[in-house]
Each structure stands twice: as C-alpha cells, then as structure tokens.
C-alpha cells in the first residue's frame, strides 16, 4: 500500500486506515483480530480509533492485539478524546483536566507508553481554545503524544486552531454523496497544512450499492442502532450517485465500493480514508481499491454527478 505524508508532517501513513468503530460491538475480538491482520498485511499502517468506541472497549481490543499479534512499531496509532464517556468532571470535553484525564485512560486501555496521532473528537465550545491547545502541547512535550488532530471541525474551527497549534490533521465525514467540507474545510486545511482524513468514504455504506434495491437484513441499514445513520444518505440525489458509481464499476470491472473509496482517496487533500468494515471480507473489498486508480474521463463524471452548490463567499471573487 502506498504511503502519504500526513499534511505538513513529517508523518507517513498508508493511504488507507483501519477504522475501529464497531470493534467491541458488532465485531467481536476474533474478527478484529483477523482485520488487522489482513490490513498489515496488505501494507496498511494507520489504526484508527476512539475512546468512546463502545465504551472503550475498542481500544481495550487494539491494545490486546498490538500486544499478541501485531507489533506496535508496524502501526501508526491514532485515538481520540473530547466526547462524554462518564458524568465525572473530567469524563469529557476539551477542557485541560478533561483531555490529559482521557489521555491517560487512553494509554492505560491500549496498554501503550504513546499514541502517534491524538485527535480531539469534536469543537468544545464552552472551554476557551487555548485552554485545549495547552493540553495538546503538554501532551506532546510530554512524550505521550507524538501528533494532534481533530475531527468534525467547521472550516473556522480548524483554521483557529491549526494557526495556533501543532495540527497535523483533520478528521471528516467525505465521499461522493457528502461533499459538503469541499465549501471551507477543504481549503482551510490546505491553506494550513493540515492532512484530510475522510471518514464514512464509502457514504455509510449507500456507495456500495448494497441499498439499491432494499434493505439487506444484515446491513447497518437494518440494525436499531444504525438504521438512522445510514438512511440520511438513502435520497433521490445519492441514488443518482450510486447509479454512477455501480456503471464505472461495471465499465472498470471492479466493484462500486473500489470505486467511491478510490474516487475520496485521490481528492485534492485527502491523505488516507478511514473504512471501517463489519467483517474482514468487506475489508478485503475495501483493500481491493489500492489497485484501482479512476481514469480521468470517469472521475470528472463523477464529479459532475455528485457536485455540490457553492456561493458566496466560497466562490467570491467569480
């Protein structure tokens, strides 16, 4: 698998991470073993996970496997804080006891002395940013943190704290039917330097054309939890989308899901998609887009398809 500097870092990450969302959940140890497995042995080195994952059990799971399985050194480790896990004081948000607290649960859960990339899950708007920032620089000054990130930043969010602190990277959800970060994430973190991590690059899994034609019984889009999820992207205008996307892939003789992830992959910015998958089959289908690059006359037709408005400011001066 091909290697991509993480922003303006010195970083590299294989062009492709392992998402670990429904480790501890609908994928149970066994499977995630076999995940990543599979995902280092195809070159893949970015893990990517949460300390909310199923109420850490995502990471407990990591932890176990990079101490038994994978060697820690093959993988470049990415967690996050910030989202509420406890009704404590410092059981979440963004505030300086809050992060180095989730830092240290962080650690002791994957069973580690540092994290590669920590990235804080989402905006706290009640705690002042340099508040935040102090935690992150101690966190690396510290040695416990080697990189920072964040995630579902709005453009301005991303641009106050990439000026301000040691940034790297920025976590959103992208993929042909949510191009919405294209209006100002995507520029504020190419004006910065700041590496794009796509999350949900297959659009929840609506890309893989598995809803086409219904529901399947065991999809994400049948499942109590996940029946929301997935159905924000189940429109008029994804299915005009995924249409596409399943003629390219006829055309290509490859799969719909090859497709969209290598569609995201190969946007200007993105450094690696995050995919998550059920079971280590649907991550070999994910895998199988490293071999696929779009040709030219068939990714502008997917931009056309899947273009976005854009207006003022964006698009000021025209």
């Known amino acids: 698998m091909e290697k991509r500097q993480l922003g303006r870092s010195g970083l590299r990450v294989s062009r492709m991470g392992l998402g670990t969302m429904t480790w501890g959940g609908e994928t149970d140890a066994e499977e995630a073993a076999s995940q990543l497995v599979a995902f280092v042995d195809a070159g893949g080195t970015l893990v990517d996970t ?22 820690r050194d093959d ?35 994957l069973g580690v002395d540092h994290i590669d990339l920590w990235q804080l899950h989402a905006w706290d708007p009640a705690v002042p940013v340099q508040e935040t920032l102090s935690a992150v620089d101690y966190a690396i000054t510290s040695g416990k943190v080697r990189y920072a990130g ?15 602190g040691p940034i790297v990277s920025t976590q959103a959800e992208y993929s042909l039917v949510e191009r919405g970060i294209e209006r100002e994430v995507v520029p504020a973190a190419a004006h910065h330097g700041v590496g794009l991590l796509p999350w949900a690059p297959l659009g929840r899994g609506v890309l893989t054309g598995k809803y086409r034609t219904g529901t399947p019984a065991d999809s994400r889009g049948a499942s109590a939890t996940f029946a929301g999820y997935v159905e924000q992207h189940r429109t008029e205008r994804a299915a005009r989308i995924v249409q596409a996307v399943v003629t390219a892939a006829d055309g290509l003789g490859t799969s719909p899901l090859a497709v969209a992830l290598a569609w995201v992959r190969d ?5 690696a998609p995050i995919v998550g998958s059920r079971d280590t089959g649907q991550l070999t289908g994910s895998l199988a887009a490293e071999e696929i690059t779009l040709p030219p006359a068939i990714k502008s037709a997917l931009d056309d398809v899947s273009a976005i408005e854009f207006g003022y400011p964006e698009r000021w001066p025209r």
């Open 75 to 109: 993988i470049v480790l990415a967690t996050k804080a910030v989202a509420r896990r406890g009704d404590g004081p410092f059981d979440g948000g963004a505030s300086r006891g809050a992060l180095l607290s989730a830092l240290d649960g962080s650690l002791k859960r």
């Open 50 to 71: 949460a300390d909310i994952y199923h109420e850490g059990e995502g990471e407990r799971i990591l932890g176990s496997l990079l101490a038994d399985l994978v060697p």
């Open 267 to 271: 946007q200007p910015g993105v450094v």
């Open 150 to 164: 964040v995630s579902n930043y709005a453009g301005w969010q991303l641009a106050t704290v990439a000026a301000s």
